[in-house]
Nanobody, 123 residues
Framework: QVQLVESGGGLVQAGASLRLSCAAS????????MGWFRQAPGKEREFVAAISWSGSTNYADSVKGRFTISRDNAKNTVYLQMNSLKLEDTAIYYCSAGRVDRNAYARSAYDYWGQGTQVTVSS
């Protein structure tokens, strides 16, 4: 069992940076692929980034080159460094933990979800 709590969201101007954190509880954190998804009002929840226990990463095309996902297994924490933020990055960002034998890009691959943290980018 894993519980996830996100933090670090806020209101920033376009072009600024934010770092999101996700603190996980549980003794098996290292055995999960960790992911970030986001959901804007009126839109479906979409994949942002994921990282395996060994550090292999996946990114959505929309954030590639701007966002970096990382994890600190000793602290049971995953991060999302977001640079060059755009208006279209505005969403609630959710941390997730999923099975490593599933498609990293798929919502259905993730078993545990945090409550989300709001990121708002203004012009």
């Amino acid at each position: 069992q894993v519980q996830l709590v996100e933090s670090g969201g806020g209101l920033v101007q376009a072009g600024a940076s934010l770092r999101l954190s996700c603190a996980a509880s549980g003794r098996t954190f290292i055995n999960y692929r960790m992911g970030w998804f986001r959901q804007a009002p009126g839109k479906e929840r979409e994949f942002v980034a994921a990282i395996s226990w060994s550090g292999s990463t996946n990114y959505a095309d929309s954030v590639k080159g701007r966002f970096t996902i990382s994890r600190d297994n000793a602290k049971n924490t995953v991060y999302l460094q977001m640079n060059s933020l755009k208006l279209e990055d505005t969403a609630i960002y959710y941390c997730s933990a999923g099975r490593v034998d599933r498609n990293a890009y798929a919502r259905s691959a993730y078993d545990y979800w945090g409550q989300g943290t709001q990121v708002t980018v203004s012009s």
